[in-house]
């Protein structure tokens, strides 16, 4: 028996992974989704936003769930290096250093951030929060409520709070994830599998928001990116034989959206606090691009034969990137046979900068939109190990990180890419920005909507 | 009956349960602790004369101490031992730093297994597995069916009842069988001591250093140990805190990580 | 160097939400089975959140120290009295997880049900008491837990002590004891509790170690014969001794055709002068003259067994497809595989509720629990379950996979 609630303060978040403000205001236009139009028309405003940077799930996530920039929560991409050596390492949710929303109203929390301090005394009683497939928050750990972890999640024992969910899992067939490796087999297996998949997603959701008691309900949806990476050539190409199943996706979207708002609203009178977003954008992917070969070719890198990844550096490397497009200087005091000296960064960051700019696609145009030095975006204690340099490609040039390619430039079976300039919210319509805002920024109006 | 005489006794009966199921197995065995003892209960199941291979999957980068051991092995035990190697791949270099890790791997072992299963049509491979090892394989069952992409339909499990095991069904290209999957670590040392049992010499310390478990060279890193016989092993064992796959280089999660990373175009 | 002593499995059931987690964090915590380390972070964790500890925590924790490569078993958790080591094999309380209840439960010799003395008994309660005593668990203990939340009352313990025992003896269950606890305050579990004191029966861990671990071997001899190998010239019969025991120069019925035959000698590798083969022993036996004898056949000390080609008993259906009149199965019994059908279906009942459902039914769905007549393609050699229950349990499968589970009445 869960003894009724005395407190009126009621949140909604839907977290649509990868979808672009462009596409859904597309689609909107077109009527693909008249029930997120209708939303809009009950005093909601779509903005378009700009991801993290980089724009990958595992940073991006991680700053919208802190509200702090990398600098603050440690998280730069979903690969690291061990410290002071070359192993590869798979930052997770016990990497993050600043605590999530969710920790700062359930009042439950071991870390701090600038956020934490700002509202933690002004969250008076503690709330209750259900964490649905929020990327980046495995393995579960202990909080005020139930957390079942998003991608990357391997063992779903792990990827659950409390455990007493697990047999509910377990019953509907739960996926943390479709199979993305199947796609190279079977493109028409694989969508299919990714409906499924969707279905049972939206089922466990139905469920918590139905049979569990809570304040705050987070719940991400995570087929959209999966969707959008093997088939985003298909979201406005009448002729491309996926059209039908892309489109149908998002009107299934649009219908579950409305299913939860409707309920939301109506349970609460009108007087909870709604919101959807995604975590980045999307665009048809032409090239990848491997800055690792551009670097070797450059001469920044030097690569020997044998060795695990990032192992294979040489000490003649002056610079090296990691996935999408962080490039660290081999710093001597930060890699075991690292030789740059702080005297000649700043020179090597010029050189490397033009080297970056010159980079120029087949049709002669260059490929790097913007290059930022981290003092410029990055702020905080954990800002000391952030990539030097980070780039941030044109609409339709993807960065990798790949070490084992020839060429600089590649394909793959990937037709679509993030994009860091067009991810979109949903918000009540007194929000007002006046610059466009990031990701970030948004996790303070929770608080706010919360807070004495 | 004492506690390990009761193991033993179940694992001889899955043994010859297997055998009469599926008459066409194959015992893999990777000549480590584990699978020494399977091997020597499936000596006891058959009262010396085992009626189907051995294999032992030749990565061609086992310790020497590893080949000799086999060798000498086969020749007294009269076992009818083959050799599973993916020549094709090994004469086109591959090893651990041709690649990636998990790609050497899948190759010289996962393929060179697969080919020989098809060789000669097993049905069933009888493994050394034990449910105390790490993570994952705590799911696994006696019986345990593979299809023919090496995949494991975790979800679908048939329900073992009173010791009656499955029998083939005819989608599923081979079955995997664990005798030993109720030994843990302990149980084993405790058997190859009361049995006797010869095991190869890494496991014990030389120079302050030991093998927890034997793999090939390059992938295969020792611990820091005085334990010289198996009663300090055991101790060491009861004490100590790391599992015993932490010399080995692959963290099964990590793996599992990286592929679903790479899957989607993030590494 | 101690040789590890056989823990005792016990396996807890009872509704998911009754607290089983809890009492499992509890029953490590007070046998000093819990490293002291997790215990001061689940405290400390527990206490940001403003609760009292929470043993469920445990389980959580036991999570993680498994991701660090400390050797836990997630599916087999220990801990141990001054008598004795327990092992408690995971048996989760959902309902379509009863497939894999089964499979828990068969290995156990012991079990705890657990109740939540201010819910009170479940479904999912009376389901998992049905399946408990259809595969012939002797030893349960019923906790009644969350006692606090009745306030400790002797009146509400007693008043829920005669409703479970009078449900459980309807389904031949007796519990050996019925114990109040509170399972997150530590009272009766592995301490008697003052706020208990008007009640003087045992702990939860002074019941536990009362149990037996050991089956006897007084029972006649069962050997069911497992397969023939001809080795070094001589005609081994392998199989393994589901009951009783057999010495050397003995003679034997070798069932079904009750032939008589005298055991030549005892075969174990590497051992002479085999006098005798004791129960649960995997073993070769040689027979004085030639006989044909195959996989299926049994060797007995007497003529006590049942033989017939029509078997009365008791199944609980397993497979979410029922079964339909006419179907063909296969009767798997020891080393016996025998196509059969479900002649007739007397009755049906929903373990749940213990309310009959049918009589004479045609078809038999998943999770019901039915009495029914066997029709075998040949004669088996079997034992009532309640005399030799290795005798009498059976597998029904179809197409490979085990649809039901039973017992001969």
Redesign the interface.
């Known amino acids: 028996m869960k003894s009724v609630s005395k407190k009126m303060k009621k949140a909604l978040i839907i977290g649509i992974d990868g979808v672009p403000y462009s596409l859904l205001n597309a689609y909107i236009k077109k009527d693909v989704m008249p029930n997120l139009k209708k939303i809009l028309s009950q005093g909601f405003r779509l903005h378009q936003m700009n991801a993290s940077i980089p724009d990958v799930s595992s940073v991006s996530w991680t700053s919208f769930n802190t509200g702090v920039n990398p600098g603050e929560h440690g998280i730069y991409g979903f690969t690291d290096l061990k410290p002071d050596s070359y192993s590869l390492c798979f930052p997770n949710l016990r990497d993050v250093k600043a605590p999530p929303f969710w920790d700062i109203l359930g009042k439950g929390n071991r870390k701090t951030s600038t956020l934490f301090q700002m509202y933690h005394p002004r969250i008076v009683h503690p709330y209750r929060s259900i964490i649905f497939n929020v990327p980046h928050t495995y393995p579960a750990s202990p909080m005020n409520g139930i957390l079942i972890s998003g991608f990357v999640a391997i063992d779903l024992k792990k990827a659950i709070f409390p455990e007493s969910v697990y047999p509910y899992l377990r019953s509907i067939n739960y996926l943390i994830d479709v199979e993305a490796e199947k796609a190279k087999e079977d493109k028409g297996m694989f969508m299919q599998s990714l409906f499924e998949c969707f279905e049972i997603r939206k089922k466990a959701i139905s469920h918590f928001f139905e049979e569990e008691s809570w304040d705050l309900l987070f719940a991400c949806i995570t087929e959209s990116d999966r969707l959008h990476h093997f088939f985003f050539d298909a979201s406005e190409d009448k002729g491309n034989p996926y059209y039908e199943s892309f489109l149908r996706f998002y009107v299934e979207l649009d219908k579950f959206v409305k299913y939860l708002y409707d309920e939301f609203t109506q349970r609460y009178s009108g007087k909870g606090f709604f919101m959807i977003l995604s975590d980045h954008g999307f665009a048809p992917l032409k090239k990848e691009v491997y800055l690792n070969r551009f670097l070797e070719e450059k001469g920044f890198l030097v690569l020997k034969k044998d060795g695990n990844f990032y192992e294979r550096i040489e000490e003649g490397t002056k610079a090296f990137d990691m996935d999408p497009g962080r490039i660290y200087l081999h710093d001597r005091d930060r890699y075991p046979r690292g030789a740059v000296k702080k005297e000649e960064k700043l020179n090597l960051l010029k050189e490397i900068k033009e080297a970056l700019t010159s980079l120029k696609g087949e049709d002669g145009k260059k490929i790097i939109e913007r290059i930022y030095e981290k003092e410029e975006i990055y702020h905080g204690p954990y800002s000391g190990v952030a990539p030097d340099l980070v780039c941030l490609p044109k609409d339709g040039y993807d960065l990798k990180g790949s070490l084992e390619r020839r060429e600089i430039f590649g394909q793959n079976l990937f037709t679509g890419m993030h994009t860091w300039h067009d991810a979109f919210c949903l918000l009540p319509e007194e929000i007002t920005f006046s610059d466009k805002p990031s990701i970030q920024n948004l996790t303070e109006f929770i608080l706010q909507y919360h807070a004495e | ?4 005489t ?1 193991l033993e ?2 694992s ?2 899955i043994i ?2 297997a ?2 199921q599926f008459k066409d197995i194959a015992m893999l065995w990777s000549v480590g602790k584990d699978s020494t003892t399977l091997l020597w209960l499936c ?7 085992i ?1 189907f291979p051995i294999i032992h999957i030749d990565t061609s980068y086992k310790f020497p101490e590893m080949y000799r051991f086999r060798d000498q092995r086969a020749k007294e035990w009269n076992l009818h031992l083959l050799i599973g190697r993916n020549e094709e791949k090994l004469e086109g270099g591959m090893g ?6 998990l790609d050497c791997c899948n190759e010289l072992k996962t393929n060179a297994l697969k080919m020989i299963i098809k060789k000669y049509n097993l049905k069933a491979i009888l493994l050394g597995i034990r ?2 090892e ?3 394989r ?2 696994e069952r006696y019986f345990s069916p593979r299809d023919s992409q090496f995949k494991w339909d975790y ?1 679908n499990q ?5 010791d ?1 095991y ?4 005819e989608e599923e290209e081979h079955f995997r069988i664990h005798p030993i999957l109720h030994f ?4 084993v040392w ?1 058997y190859v ?1 009361r049995e006797g049992l010869p095991i190869v010499p890494l496991y014990f310390s030389k120079e302050g250093k030991r093998f927890r478990s034997i793999g090939c060279v390059p992938c295969c890193s020792p611990i820091d140990s005085n334990a010289q016989t ?2 300090e092993i ?2 060491e064992i009861r004490t100590s ?6 010399g080995r280089a692959q963290d099964k ?2 793996i ?6 790479r ?5 | 160097m101690g040789k590890e002593e056989r823990a005792l499995p016990i396996v807890i059931v009872g509704h998911v939400d009754h607290g089983k987690s809890t009492l499992i964090g509890r029953l490590l915590y007070d046998t000093d089975c819990l490293p002291p380390d997790k215990y001061s972070e689940i405290q400390k964790s527990s206490e940001m959140l403003g609760r009292i500890v929470e043993f469920a925590f445990v389980m959580d924790c036991l999570e993680e120290e498994r991701s660090r490569g400390i050797t836990i078993d997630t599916t087999q958790t220990f801990f141990r009295t001054s008598k004795r080591r327990y092992v408690i094999i995971d048996a989760p309380g959902h309902k379509e997880f009863l497939k894999n209840m089964i499979t828990g439960t068969s290995q156990a010799e012991a079990a705890l049900l657990i109740i939540d003395a201010f819910e009170g008994i479940r479904d999912q309660t009376k389901r998992h008491a049905y399946i408990l005593g259809m595969l012939g668990l002797k030893q349960i203990c019923v906790v009644l837990n969350k006692i606090d939340l009745v306030d400790y009352s002797e009146d509400k313990f007693l008043e829920l002590k005669t409703d479970i025992t009078e449900f459980l003896n309807k389904l031949n269950v007796r519990p050996t004891f019925v114990l109040p606890i509170s399972a997150i305050h530590g009272d009766n579990v592995a301490n008697p509790s003052e706020k208990l004191s008007w009640f003087d029966g045992p702990t939860v861990l002074q019941a536990l170690d009362t149990f037996h671990d050991l089956k006897i071997e007084e029972k006649p001899l069962r050997f069911p014969v497992q397969d023939s190998y001809q080795i070094d010239g001589k005609k081994i019969l392998v199989g393994r001794i589901e009951s009783g025991h057999l010495t050397k120069g003995e003679s034997l019925y070798l069932l079904p055709g009750k032939k008589k035959v005298v055991v030549k000698s005892i075969q174990k590798f590497l051992e002479e002068g085999v006098n005798m083969a004791h129960f649960e022993e995997s073993v070769g036996i040689c027979l004085e003259g030639r006989h044909r004898v195959k996989r299926g056949q049994m060797l007995t000390a007497d003529l006590s067994s049942t033989i017939s080609d029509k078997i009365k008993a008791n199944i609980f259906w397993m497979a979410p497809m029922g079964y339909r009149a006419g179907e063909t199965l296969l009767f798997r019994c020891v080393t016996q595989e025998v196509r059969c059908q479900i002649e007739k279906i007397y009755r049906k009942f929903d373990p749940a509720s213990m309310e009959l459902t049918e009589k004479d039914a045609s078809s038999i769905q998943s999770a019901e629990v039915a009495d029914i007549l066997i029709q075998l393609d040949k004669k088996v050699v079997v034992d009532p379950f309640n005399e030799i229950p290795e005798m009498g349990r059976f597998v029904l499968e179809r197409e490979g996979r085990p649809v039901a589970g039973g017992i001969i009445l």
């Open positions: 009956m004492d506690h390990l009761r006794n179940k001889i009966y010859r349960e055998y009469y000596r006891k199941a058959f009262f010396g004369h009626p651990p730093d041709q690649g990636s890790k449910r105390d790490h993570g994952i705590a799911k979800e048939p329900a073992e009842l009173w009656q499955q029998s083939m069904v843990t670590e302990l149980d405790s001591k198996i009663d055991v101790e805190k790391t599992s015993e796959r932490a999660e990590n599992y990580t990286m592929q679903k990373l899957a989607l175009g993030y590494m």
